[in-house]
């Protein structure tokens, strides 16, 4: 049964363009990662509470990067605590950071989709800040929600364990009128070579959070 509600993109490349309302526009968009905590059990017992030895969980970061039509571009992402903003540049805001993956919500990047105009592109990632790099495990799924259509849905199965860095998809400018969300799930090493691979030219330095 065809679920008229939801689009899964399955393929790379994939790709849907939203729709918008003809009065309001395309409204907010929500992306949402969620991801299952499998954490690997304590082989420690005593000794490993006592000395305070990880048990292997994953920290999955949502996080994107993006480029107006100004020319700026920078990222969003918790990692340097650069959260953003919905009403002012860049138009993208991070809500918080599921640091277990156990928060029911997990962790929402939310766009100004009024603002489409100013938006050239954004690429949505997701990293693994803490763990083992094993998106196997981390089983990610990642949902674009808006008002005025059916929700997008890609799901990270196609796994590179080891990179510990996942470009999800792609939301590209359409005429200054609609984004175009393309399927991506593609794995590198860290933010750099991401960021080589897509053009984006950003200067990377170290970041906490």
Request: charged residues 20%.
């Amino acid at each position: 049964m065809v679920n008229l509600n939801k689009i899964e993109l399955t393929k790379k490349g994939q790709s849907v363009n939203l729709t918008k309302s003809q009065h309001q526009g395309i409204g907010e968009i929500l992306i949402n990662l969620n991801w299952n905590q499998q954490s690997a059990k304590p082989s420690g017992g005593f000794f490993s509470s006592l000395f305070g030895t990880k048990s292997g969980g994953i920290d999955l970061d949502l996080g994107c990067l993006y480029e107006l039509t100004d020319g700026s571009k920078s990222c969003v992402q918790a990692l340097g605590n650069v959260f953003g903003s919905l009403h002012a540049p860049p138009f993208i805001e991070l809500d918080g950071d599921d640091r277990t993956g156990m928060v029911s919500g997990g962790e929402n990047l939310r766009i100004n989709g009024n603002k489409v105009s100013d938006i050239k592109r954004v690429l949505v990632y997701a990293f693994i800040y803490e763990g083992v790099a094993n998106w196997a495990e981390a089983d990610g799924i990642v949902t674009v929600n808006y008002g005025t259509g059916p929700s997008i849905e890609v799901r990270l199965n196609e796994h590179r364990n080891g990179k510990n860095m996942c470009a999800i998809a792609m939301i590209e400018n359409v005429n200054n009128e609609t984004f175009k969300v393309e399927r991506l799930v593609d794995y590198f090493s860290g933010h750099r070579d991401m960021d080589k691979a897509y053009n984006w030219g950003i200067s990377w330095g170290t970041g906490r959070k």
